[in-house]
């Protein structure tokens, strides 16, 4: 099963919490954005881990989409 859902706006957020803009190039949102950051310093990961791992979401959904809207 995908951790990529659609929402009615088009972005496409991961059960994590993280909400992605495709119109922008696939940037988050602000408030996904902290949210997702806050919850991943609550788990003891670095800012150099939280950054790699947005940048790795934001890829992995571009594959989802391509795969799954083409």
Do not use: H
């Amino acid at each position: 099963m995908s951790t990529w859902y659609i929402l009615p706006n088009g972005n496409i957020k991961n059960a994590d919490g993280l909400e992605l803009q495709p119109e922008r190039d696939w940037f988050p949102t602000d408030t996904s954005m902290a949210d997702f950051s806050d919850r991943q310093r609550a788990l003891g990961k670095s800012e150099i881990q939280i950054i790699k791992r947005m940048m790795d979401m934001a890829i992995e959904a571009e594959t989802w989409a391509q795969r799954n809207l083409a």
